[in-house]
């Protein structure tokens, strides 16, 4: 007996198991907002997220050496931070699934960088690709 797949029942089994992040409560129209996992973005878009997250994962890495060396011309600047954040809000804007929700989301925060951090983090969290699942059979 053949297997037969329609495309809506592998939407919908997409949707369940690798679905959006989703925010409510934030202010503006369009109701939630929903962040993708990366596998459902293109490959370009994926390069393009991949990329950028390297940039700030050697920005990080660069600020713990300067710390680290205690030398105070090394110090951690409010341009640094604010490089970072700025790198932050590019990558939510990128796994957003409408890129004008990313200034709803700064609304809310209201310039705190810190929210912004803690939900990209949250959001790679929720995303990160896992083993995968005992069937059921």
């Known amino acids: 007996m053949a297997t037969t797949f329609t495309l ?5 089994d997409l949707e369940s198991k690798y679905g959006p992040v989703v925010l409510e409560g934030f202010p503006g129209e369009g109701g939630p907002i929903r962040l993708l996992p990366m596998l ?3 490959a370009a878009r994926r390069d393009e997220i991949s990329a950028l997250m390297k940039r700030h994962a050697e920005d990080a890495r660069a600020r713990e050496v300067a710390e680290k060396a205690d030398d105070p011309e ?3 600047k409010s ?5 970072s954040v700025a790198q932050i809000e590019e990558l939510l804007t990128l796994v957003l699934e409408r890129k004008g929700d990313i200034e709803r989301i700064k609304t ?3 310039g705190d960088g810190q929210a912004l951090m803690l939900l990209w ?3 790679q969290e929720a995303t990160q690709p896992g083993e995968a699942e005992p ?3």
Do not use: I, P, Q
């Open 135 to 137: 069937s059921g059979s």
């Open 40 to 42: 459902r973005h293109t």
């Open 108 to 110: 809310a925060f209201d």
């Open 8 to 12: 809506d029942n592998l939407r919908a």
């Open 79 to 83: 341009t640094d931070l604010n490089r």
């Open 121 to 123: 983090e949250s959001y």
């Open 74 to 76: 090394a110090e951690v």
